[in-house]
């Protein structure tokens, strides 16, 4: 066998060992996976989402970044049961430390009252208040920031806004999630 025809043999073996290894899992955790399921069936990859389907692309990084865990209302609490209908519609529960109570805005609405440039400008420029992962934001590609506009924008507006950010000393009339000050 020349080393051409080993290395496709190798890589096949490789793809038939991980649907093996994949699919009983997921189906034992609680996955949707089948028989006869593959790796790509059970976990998303960059590659389930190709680069020409921009609304895919999106809905996975949105996925991977876990902006649902925030933005989404009991995302976190019902193991991301949520149905995508609901998705995104920001939350009322506050997060409280020394710069005030923040709350986690309902992106649908957002991305219904901008257009896709001014996402990107406001994704590069604006520093958001915790626990917004500013950095995790900024790491994203333009073309995974235009993709994430493309998904929040594909589902549609919905929903309310999110209560205000509330300045450090005013009191949160729904419930918060408090971060102790920094050390010193």
């Known amino acids: 066998m020349n080393r051409i025809s080993f290395l496709v043999l190798a890589a096949a073996v490789g793809a038939l060992g991980a649907a093996t290894v994949v699919a009983p899992f997921a189906r034992s ?8 399921a593959t790796a790509a069936d059970v976990i998303p990859t960059a590659s ?23 933005h989404t209302p009991g995302f976190a609490q019902n193991g991301g049961t949520t149905p995508e209908r609901e998705r995104l519609v920001g939350d009322a529960i506050g997060w409280q430390g020394p710069w005030g109570t923040t709350y986690a805005p309902n992106l649908r609405l ?7 440039d001014a996402w990107l400008a406001t994704a590069r420029q604006r520093e958001f208040l915790p626990p917004m992962p500013t950095s995790s934001l900024r790491a994203m590609s333009d073309d995974d920031l235009r993709a994430v506009y493309r998904y929040v924008r594909s589902i549609g507006a919905a929903g309310v806004p999110a ?8 009191v949160a009339a729904g419930p918060v999630v408090a971060f102790p000050a920094p050390p010193q």
Request: negative net charge; contains cysteine.
């Open 29 to 36: 955790h609680g996955g949707a996976a089948t028989q006869g």
């Open 163 to 170: 209560p205000a950010h509330l300045p450090p000393g005013r």
């Open 110 to 116: 957002f991305f219904a009252a901008v257009d896709e």
């Open 48 to 70: 389930a989402a190709q680069p020409d389907d921009a609304v895919a692309r999106g809905r996975y990084v949105v996925a991977i970044a876990d902006c649902n865990g925030c």
